[in-house]
């Protein structure tokens, strides 16, 4: 699972489209949550994976 930002969504779902050659589900994160996005640090706002 990928925690990731609005600018680094389309990443997310390229790299777990290419590891898993499946279509990966797309979830928002709960507001004001301790995740953050995996890419660059910022809050997460997605959740993408494949479990």
Avoid: R
């Amino acid at each position: 699972m990928i925690y990731c930002c609005e600018e680094h969504v389309e990443l997310a779902l390229d790299e777990t489209v290419d590891e898993h050659e499946l279509a990966p589900k797309l979830e928002k994160v709960v507001e004001n949550s301790d995740f953050i996005c995996g890419y660059c640090g910022q809050q997460a706002v997605y959740i993408v994976g494949n479990e």
